[in-house]
């Protein structure tokens, strides 16, 4: 469970804060459905850059946003996905892509940073008069955080593996009050862990928001992202259509509280988790380094319900480094029309995809050929940020690989598209998943000293997971009363 104590001091000090900076704070509802949001806020939002540093963007984090990037008329509307083609796949199932570019900061990471920052803010655990929000990441998570922050007026420091995109480091410079790299890749949690763990010790002022063990993680995407996903599966359902299921990478585990959500509702429903096959830690307790970004691996995390997940998925991080160029270069996209049929439209539109929403797109293609899958049938996935954030990526297999060609396309396409298989997958049993719930123990109980009996009750107590999805009624009323006594939401 989220803790929800009230601390009257560091209250009082966020609400003195949240005045004096005109602060209003959305609820979780209002993100859920931007129709509650006053018309007052949509209106003055018409003129706010969706990357700007105003707190109005706080009400941008939705699925629904109006999707430009400067402009626009403030509104919101329907959710903001694509419906990849048959042709590209090469499967017949239906698959569809929520779209994270159009949140703020180009990514649906500021969603799961609020959610975890908000609460402590607005209970006053989190005294914006003292305390630095840290957010430990393999990428996007500290970027929603540090972002977020900004906006709340809260300090804030960033922690990374400094082999991540340059992209990254450069926008985080200029908006965390400090960026802090840690070795290795995409993989290397630990070292993040033990950073934190440091800051922990010699910093007191430093309040960790770690997203693989806080419970707003998932608490925001069951009540957000499982939502938005139901709603673009009904929009495009019709009568004999059959929602077949979703897959997300693991990350941190967040997403996946989405599929828990769908398979309230969905009760046929399977729910796959990806993985970098060059890092098989659910698929046989594996280990190493992989290029997907923003996956960190080596590790389950605490906030991941295992046991309502069915299926292992895992991907070749070459299969991703190579499409997310192929859709990128113009001779690539001109192959993609020409030769495999593609709309132009939708070859546009792939640039909605970053490295680890192709990766998504992938696992929903594997779990389409093992499951047999037919057109009634629809799979769900997200991509969490776009292929802007990767041009340094692409830059980089050009020069290592040379320019592209027609020959070229087509190699990558048959290879790392039409050429995926249904190898290195897993469909879990009972046995299977309590195996990988226990990997748990060994990161989060003798490590990260979280409490055994909490372990097992994620296991056999049914109402561990729904009392945390749960709590977003109390966490929102606890939001309208914080808007309350600023006033300032009152004021606009």
Known sequence: MIDLTINQKGLDNAIACAKEHGIAIPTIAQMQNPDLIPEKIKDKLAGVGLWDFNPLNLF???????????????????VNFIEIPSVLTGVKARIIVLTGKWFPTGC?????????????LVTGQFDPSYHKAVWPSTGNYCRGGAFNSKLLSCDSIAIL?????????????????EVIATPGCESDVKEIFDKVWELRRTRPE?????QFEEMGNPLWHYQVTGRAIYDAVESIRGKDGNFAGACFLSGSGGTMSAGDYLKERYPTAKLGVGEA??????LDNGFGGHRIEGIGDKHVPWV???????????????????LIRLFSDSIGQKYLIEEIGVPADFVEKLSLLGISGIAN?????????YYELTENDILATVATDSAAMYGSRVEELAEAEGPYSPLKAAAVYWEHMRGIRTDNMLELTYESRKRIHNLKYYTWIEQQGRELAELNAQWYDRNYWKNIHDQKDEVDALINAFNEETGVLKNL
């Open 60 to 78: 941008r984090i939705s699925w629904r946003n109006n999707p430009v990037e400067k402009g626009g008329d403030g509104k919101f509307g329907d």
């Open 108 to 120: 649906h990471k500021v969603g799961a940073s609020f959610a975890c920052l908000v609460p402590r």
């Open 161 to 177: 593996p400094a082999e991540m995109s340059r992209e990254r480091f450069e926008w985080l410079n200029s908006v965390a009050g």
């Open 206 to 210: 430093c309040l960790i928001f770690n």
């Open 277 to 282: 096959l060059q890092c098989p830690t659910l």
């Open 304 to 322: 991941h319900n295992v046991k309502n997940t069915d299926i292992v998925v895992d991907i070749d991080d070459e299969d991703s480094q190579q």
């Open 361 to 369: 797109v992938l696992c929903c293609v594997k779990m389409a050929k």
